[in-house]
């Protein structure tokens, strides 16, 4: 498993697709932060001047480099039929296996760390201090990195299992737009009002009371609201709406590491047990 | 090159992707039409689109994959042959998914569909038609360029997404209104005065025509007036405002602005093309 994990290692170093996500991340978070930093000089004194909300919206598209990046990384080992080599030479389908998701993981998390450390560097210089409390930050921090771990271990199951490269990196990029429009969607259903009042209306010129509220059909109550709720909290794309746009601290944030670090093992026990039964090339 | 066309119709009809490819549309037309109030939600053009991306980008990938550009090209065929036809039966086959996006959504759709005007659906429809062309045009050349299957797939649905972001940007900064109002108020909270200052992120003079062509030229960024020119018609009279009103007097440019993308990317994509090696 050691000489797998150097030699694999190296592969990552020396290709330019790690290179090219690392700069994706960091030209993605100096674009953020200039971009803070010129509305901040034209709307003065409006609260754009701090980098709040910057730190972790990278996360909400982190999964579509997730994506592209395990699709082209492991599609590449499928083709050449290195996993063969490597069990030839006497590897272990589960060692094979854990050796791409330890590599995956440390990269995508590098990726994610450069994009923070590219929002954190340039406010420094740029903008005002941040007014969220640092222990928010600090907690935040913590759960993306379990977020990413999280995505990354779902795109790794989907690219170990299908041999096609083509089609594997079709199908994580339709992954990854599904998990976050799926986190959008469900978030907005959880955002419901509970009661709707229509607008204003004008009769005869005259400006009439808004009617009385009706309660909102489409506001999830009980166990309804409480599935969403878990789903929301599950899924990697409704994670990082969470740490990416709220800015304070949810009631039981501990869940969400937990649910990450769930996720992460259900998807790499199913992977590596559907990764063990399958014929290599 | 009649050949060539009979030989990749067959082919492609053959392909399972075709398939699947033809019940996305018609699944995301049905959910498009299931869910409209007012107009479409651009959310399903969206999905239909990365649809597109998705088979063009494997069914061309297949053709660089398997040597078939190189074969066409040892059987006599010009350079020129081979890149219009394959962007010709995309076309034809994406068309073909829009139809059976509109076969789905229209039904389901009516309520919304129903006020507005058959000439002006008619128009709709021509600029839906010609920014699909547009978009596979976008889609073809860049299948065409890229010579790895999995990376052109990875850049086709990666170039969908951003013509979204950049429609929504310039969108964004062309809808900022020119003023924005301070209200002040007394010590009882009762308004006093109101103050009207110019908004500084108001885009004015070239920077806005530029932007406004570059929107339209944008085949995403025509999607957002075009759903707008269905929704004025279900909503209230006096919701209408002005910036909606402007888009149904440009609508029926919107073909030509297509049209020139086309033509634009159409060109640039064959000048390359020709120049590359075939493998």
Known sequence: MKNLLSATFRRLFKGKLFWIGMLAMGGFGAVATIARARDAYILQGMGYDTPDGLLFIGLTYFLITVAAFDSLFIGAEHADGTWRNKLIVGQGKVQIYLTYLIVTTAATLLMHLVYIGVVLGLSASLLNPFLTPIRVNVVFFFCSLATVVAMNALMVTLCMLVQNRAFVAVGAMLLAIGLMMGGMTIYQMLCAPEFLSGPPSTVNGVLMPSPEPMPNPKYLTGAKRAFFQFLHDFLPGGQALTIGTTGELPANVWRLPVLSLSLALLSTLGGAWGFCRRDLK | ?279
């Not at chain 2, 969908?160 to 950049?166: D, E, N, R, T």
């Not at chain 2, 070239?206 to 018609?233: D, K, M």
Request: net charge neutral; hydrophobic share 50%; glycine share 6%.
């Open chain 2, 1 to 279: 090159m009649s050949n060539l066309l009979r030989a990749g119709f067959v082919r492609y009809l053959k392909n399972p992707l075709a398939v699947i490819a033809a019940v996305a549309s018609l699944v995301i037309g049905l959910l498009g039409g299931r869910n409209a109030v007012y107009t479409i939600d651009d959310v399903y053009l969206i999905a239909l689109f990365i649809a597109f991306a998705a088979f063009i980008s494997l069914l061309v990938g297949r053709e660089h994959g398997e040597g078939g550009f190189r074969n066409k090209a040892i059987a006599g065929y010009t350079k020129g042959q081979i890149f219009f036809s394959e962007w010709l039966l995309h076309t034809v086959f994406c068309l073909c998914l829009l139809l059976l996006f509109l076969v789905g959504f229209a039904p389901l759709a009516h309520e919304v569909l129903s006020p507005v005007p058959a000439r002006m659906l008619a128009l709709i429809a021509l600029c839906f038609v010609c920014m699909t062309v547009a978009v596979v045009t976008l889609l073809c050349v860049l299948s065409m360029l890229v010579s790895s299957r999995a990376v052109s797939a990875i850049l086709s649905v990666l170039l969908v997404i951003g013509l979204l972001f950049a429609s929504y940007k310039i969108e964004e900064a062309l809808s900022t209104p020119q003023y924005y109002y301070i209200s002040h108020y007394d010590e009882q909270n009762e308004l006093v005065w109101e103050e009207q200052k110019e908004s500084p992120l108001y885009v004015d003079g070239a920077a806005r025509t530029f932007l406004t062509h570059l929107n339209y030229t944008i085949p995403l960024g025509q999607s957002e007036p075009l759903i707008q020119c269905i929704g004025v018609w279900n909503y209230d009279v006096s919701w209408i405002d002005e910036h909606s009103c402007s888009h149904l007097k440009i609508v029926k440019f919107f073909p030509l602005y297509s049209l020139g993308l086309t033509v634009t990317i159409g060109g640039i994509g064959y000048a390359i093309f020709r120049r590359r090696d075939l493998r």
